[in-house]
């Protein structure tokens, strides 16, 4: 596959700390090489107002407005990207148990947004993996997201 040919039929919700990790990299660590593919909208990704008020609550932390120059033009240009992605009104109810409550808005929105990826780190999420019950969702690691999905 060619980096530079988009596939819509890949749908990604990333997780915020994915996302966060991504723009603050500035390398080619995986983060950054998947916030590059959102970018390239090289998939189409997949969010809900929750996530959007998530990643805008992180990016206007202090901590991170100093410490990685996130100043307002980056926060507004990278919120101007997610609200370009596909939103999605997730229904209430799992079809499985998550053991962190804080993570169901992630699941709940790959699964009501179709989504064929959750990109996450979270050890939580990541177990849920080969369940049954998120039927053809695949929970992976950015890294595992990236070789999946053949980006160089």
């Known amino acids: 596959m060619s980096a530079n040919i988009p596939r819509p039929e890949l749908r990604a919700v990333v997780d915020t700390n994915l ?3 991504g723009l603050i990299a500035r390398t080619d660590a995986p983060p950054a090489r998947l ?6 909208q ?3 990704l997949v969010t809900s107002l929750d996530l959007d008020a998530e990643v805008a609550g992180v990016l206007a ?3 991170l407005t100093r410490g990685y ?5 980056l926060r507004e240009r ?3 990207r997610i609200a370009m992605a596909e939103h999605v009104i ?15 808005k992630l699941l709940a929105c790959a699964l009501d947004g179709r989504a064929s990826f959750l990109v996450t780190g979270d050890a939580d999420l990541l177990e849920l993996a080969g369940s049954p019950a998120i ?7 950015a890294r595992d997201f990236i070789e999946a999905i053949g980006l160089p």
């Open 19 to 21: 996302f966060i990790s």
């Open 35 to 40: 916030v590059d593919a959102v970018v390239a």
């Open 42 to 44: 090289l998939f189409t």
């Open 61 to 63: 932390r202090p901590r």
């Open 69 to 73: 120059a996130i100043d307002r033009d």
């Open 78 to 80: 990278e919120l101007n």
């Open 90 to 104: 997730p229904a209430i109810g799992l079809p499985l148990q998550v053991r962190d409550p804080k993570d169901e």
């Open 135 to 141: 039927g053809a969702l695949s929970i992976l690691t």
